[in-house]
T-cell receptor, first 113, second 116 residues
Framework: EAQVTQNPRYLITVTGKKLTVTCSQNMNHEYMSWYRQDPGLGLRQIYY???????DKGDVPEGYKVSRKEKRNFPLILESPSPNQTSLYFCASQPGRANTEAFFGQGTRLTVV | AQKVTQAQTEISVVEKEDVTLDCVYETRDTTYYLFWYKQPPSGELVFLIR??????QNEISGRYSWNFQKSTSSFNFTITASQVVDSAVYFCALSGFTGGGNKLTFGTGTQLKVEL
């Protein structure tokens, strides 16, 4: 079954404690990205990757890092989380050609206290 | 810059009523794509439709229909004979050639509540 898998689904952490949210896809897609969803703001892109070792900033990259060492994995790293990063996070995967439908993971609800 | 506006924050209807969700977009790209996604209470994002800027034909899929009007930069979504299972947040989104050609710019969403 084609899917995008994120872990964990829920996470409560404290300010400053580094964390990683994992994302894996089994569709051999070139393009992967991370979005955050906040009330009244919709979803906003944090980072994207067009292929292995190729990453770039989206609209709201501050406070986040990503890496793309393998095609299937695209982890999101928060080196020093702060309360304003409390949000619902989605990983998305798309084929390399432009303007395609995005396949989303189940979401990770992160709370930073 | 790209922008998607969903002016309706929340809509409540009674089951079997028809309901239209509005979406207005802005882009400088001459080629672009429009999408609708559904987010049920369980939280996942479900793809509903993708339409390119050269195809202005309306589309119907069961109880769902979409009206794309380039002249007014709108891509509205109508649910006919709504059902309780249609209760969800609906997002309209746009992609062009920024962000590697696959970045989705989302609207703020419309919460649809369908009551018995």
């Amino acid at each position: 079954e084609a899917q995008v898998t994120q872990n964990p689904r829920y996470l409560i952490t404290v300010t400053g404690k580094k964390l990683t949210v994992t994302c894996s896809q089994n569709m051999n897609h070139e393009y992967m990205s991370w979005y955050r969803q906040d009330p009244g703001l919709g979803l906003r892109q944090i980072y994207y990757s067009m292929n292995v070792e190729v990453t770039d900033k989206g609209d709201v990259p501050e406070g986040y890092k990503v890496s793309r060492k393998e095609k299937r994995n695209f982890p999101l790293i928060l080196e020093s989380p702060s309360p304003n990063q409390t949000s619902l996070y989605f990983c998305a995967s798309q084929p390399g050609r432009a303007n395609t439908e995005a396949f989303f993971g189940q979401g990770t609800r992160l709370t930073v206290v | 810059a790209q922008k998607v506006t969903q002016a309706q924050t929340e809509i409540s209807v009674v089951e079997k009523e028809d309901v239209t969700l509005d979406c207005v977009y802005e882009t400088r790209d001459t080629t672009y794509y429009l999408f609708w996604y559904k987010q049920p209470p369980s939280g996942e994002l479900v793809f509903l439709i993708r339409r390119n800027s050269f195809d202005e034909q309306n589309e119907i899929s069961g109880r769902y229909s979409w009206n794309f009007q380039k002249s007014t930069s709108s891509f509205n979504f109508t649910i006919t004979a709504s059902q309780v299972v249609d209760s969800a947040v609906y997002f309209c989104a746009l992609s062009g050639f920024t962000g590697g050609g696959n970045k989705l710019t989302f609207g703020t969403g419309t919460q649809l509540k369908v009551e018995l």
